[in-house]
């Protein structure tokens, strides 16, 4: 009897990279996650600070050091925000659909993100 092998194409559920370009793929419950995404978790926990004390709480090198934390929050939602907006537009979609959706002009849209 001749056993027929399945070829499953096994990819990261974060990044979308398959299992042949990454070092480590980590699998769970119907969910897969590559060595690259789980050292980027792993800066956000370690730069994350627990528990949040509040502003008056914090010393000013807490305070600090969170910038660089909220700056890079800033710069991984701006370069998302930024490839949706590539997509749509490769998809023709209008300046005036995209300004609507994100609650501002047409002009305003396209000076942000073009």
Do not use: H
């Not at 930024?82 to 000076?111: H, K, P, V, Y």
Request: hydrophobic share 40%; net charge positive.
């Amino acid at each position: 009897m001749i056993a027929i092998r399945r070829k499953r194409k096994l990819k990261c559920s974060f990044c979308g990279k398959s299992d042949r370009e990454v070092t480590r793929l980590i699998g769970g419950p119907g969910v897969y996650i590559c060595d690259a995404c789980v050292g980027v978790c792993n800066k956000i926990l370690d730069a994350t600070p627990v528990p949040f004390p509040g502003w008056q709480g914090m010393t000013d090198d807490q305070l600090l050091a969170a910038l660089k934390i909220a700056k890079a929050t800033v710069d991984a939602t701006r370069a998302v925000l930024q490839a949706q907006i590539e997509e749509l537009r490769r998809r023709e979609m209008s300046w005036d659909t995209i300004g609507n959706a994100l609650g501002i002009s047409r002009q305003a849209a396209w000076e942000r993100f073009s």
